[in-house]
């Protein structure tokens, strides 16, 4: 049976449309957009969805996330608890990672995907890199925690891109760091287990990408094998790159290059490739990841929070280079908040406005909420984040009189949205056609909360408690 | 009659306490805090409200507001609609503000009261500079777009602070503005009717103080003796600072000194005195402020938004200087994402973290929040802002589920609701005791939007319609 959703406004093609309707088939992809002349023409076995007073816009593609990291939140921002920059703050990261069994892997995935469901994500890429067990032996199953975080998003309903992601040393010329035991694989360990992961998950709801953790933490040797795997197979390939000035300094020390010069260098840069973050590169690695047709993932609010630096989102879009989002360390899960701060930054910066205005003759507002939707899709590999036919009907509305929005009219809108919408707006998520956030609520909201709490006071007020 | 709130966690003394209830007397003052056994043996007749579930913490106090800005939400953020600095900016917002009926600017102004209140604001300080017909001419009585902000503040059921502000021209040397027409008044007539307004309203609901604009709209004669009339009545003294670098060159060239030395120099700086956004301020000029024992309100939300720049919050919170926050232009109505945009537009200029932590041996989200609240009642001279005997009961409180805070105990929610919470947490506010909000809903509300949006329809798709 096919559905017609009838929102008050639909975001297709760049802009809302008054009146049309999304018509979606029986296996959650989109048919069509309608119009209300169309509309009343439909076959007689399809159902109108209405939604009034709402606006539908395409679900938001969440490209990087550690879903583990939810649990710091709120946890390291003074000097005592996470200290005075990133590396410091790493250490109590590894505190989280270090005491999670399965089972609350599983628990505290759930509460970000949830988070992310309530805030209009319906894709998440999870750049995954706790592998093993505490004292660094492998699962019985090696996957199993890459297990249980693609059950997470299922029993949440989001689609789920699982990064399974390389990690081989602590850095160049580093001692082996204790913090980092569950996340070790040599290169044939972790072509077997992806493979294999590869094998059970490949779907749209559920697939695999490959991600080097970084220059860093992986040769490049390495680097090259585990990239040429997922060139056979055609999957996504990210890796953190350029976060902070020690890394690029230490890749230059060892491989007398910088990450990007080096990653061009060995023909890992392709446009299946996603470099996250991507904040200390120069214009040369710029125009090296323009000819590849890579995307950088950014992610501002981690950035902000973490102190990594400004993104010099301007030269990279001049250049035309995508740019995705990523929720990466979940200080907040607000996909807007991004978006407009990619802008933001810039005109602390430099004192000026709209400076990504225009670029290619796109609109601001317009640019920065594909960055956040068709942009990561591609990311991700998936058919996904614009409403237009052929596209898995994924999508949010908003109401249409949140305070934080009211007012505007079809042509405002938009930039009301990216630059003003607080999440009180989100009403309904839909992935497929299906709803799993109904009128701002999950059903198994209560469930996961308190599945959650339960692992967050293990955590954090019973520390000595090893993982079993 | 007396009402004991019992939330789950009062937060009081600078730390959330279990078990504790806030005693409200029948004026609306908080008569003290009471602990699970002595509320067992309180008077008969006194009302206990439950808040279970719930963390009660004090209100906010947005210390800078410019309520009809509200209007151009959105609106200016593309090249074509609101330009590349702040100057073009103000154009477009210059036209919001000439066409506003009196009743208009009542609708505009409750619209961005009702988002304060449901963002947890309890008091407001609405820096308030339309005066006169769109003509130029006094409206019969002068101080009526005044009376229509506060009876928007008070009919939404916020305390307000009416900073009457002096706009005497467009600046040095400059030609007049026709844009400015409606701020216009000649000191003598700024005094004759902030003296009126003050008569008429000088209670805890509603008071005056004044505002000259800045140094670049009102000469330094004009702001001295505006600033004598206030300390004769004990009244703040607030004005904008120093926010964009041309208008501190432009001091330059009228006075040969900066502005904050300028006011220095003519004894305008005092414990009374709010200096609004002081970005581009020098360490002599901090110290000038220190001395004084003056306050400073920053906007990070609007100074993002308008490209202002990044306030040098470190030097200024070392020096002891007492910063509160404002809303400003309205961009968003976002108390707690002022609060950690201070901290975070540092992390992002020095790629550090934790920068304002400890200063003074305050922990970084205690420090933010009294920035949110107890500083800005100081700002506006009012006793509100923490809960304690003898303050305002005025407070909001907090969904402990709500997914973006859920999982953290008492001593870690704090930097959870400053660094992590969404609007969405905030589920009840209250004014002396009084419920304004309720479950997240203001009862009027409704009226409200329905209100506020044939307004903005008005302005933005006939605005060619002269203000009558």
Partial sequence: MT???????????????????????????????????????????????????????????????HAFQRLIRGRTEARRSGGHDFWS?????????????????????????????????????????????????????????????????????????LLRAAYQRAGYELPPDPGQTRFLETTEEFLTNVDALHRQYHSTEAWVGVAPHSVRAVPIEAVREITAWAHEHRLPVHMHVSEQVAEVEACQREYGVTPVRLLAQHRVLSERFTAVHAIHIDQEEMDMLAASRATICSCPTTERNLGDGIFPAREVMDRGISIAFGSDSQAQIEPLEDARELEYHLRLQRQQRSLLDGIDGQELSLRLFRCATANGAAALGCATGELEAGKQADFFTVDLDDVSIAGNSDEDLLPAIVFGMNRSAIADVAIGGKFLVRDHRHPQQQEILKEYQEVARKVWHAPQLAAK
Avoid at 7 to 25: E, I, K, N, R, Y
Avoid at 115 to 122: K, P, R, S, V
Avoid at 132 to 139: E, N, T
Wanted: proline share 6%.
């Fill in 3 to 65: 559905t017609l959703f009838q929102p008050d406004l639909l975001f297709t093609g760049g802009h809302f449309q008054a009146g049309a309707g999304l018509l979606v088939d029986a296996g959650g992809t989109i048919a069509g957009i309608k119009n209300a002349a169309q509309a009343t023409v439909l076959a007689a076995d399809t159902q109108i969805v209405r939604l009034p007073g709402k606006a539908l816009l395409p679900g938001f593609v969440n490209v990087h996330s």
């Fill in 89 to 161: 703050w790493r250490g109590e990261m590894y505190h989280a990672a270090a005491s999670l069994t399965p089972e609350e892997m599983y628990r505290v995935a759930r509460m970000a995907f949830l988070e992310m469901a309530l805030a209009g994500t319906t894709t998440v890429g999870e750049f995954h890199y706790v592998h093993r067990l505490p004292d660094g032996q492998p699962y019985p199953d090696p996957n199993l925690l890459a297990h249980q975080v693609i059950a997470a998003a299922q029993s949440v309903g989001i689609r789920i891109a």
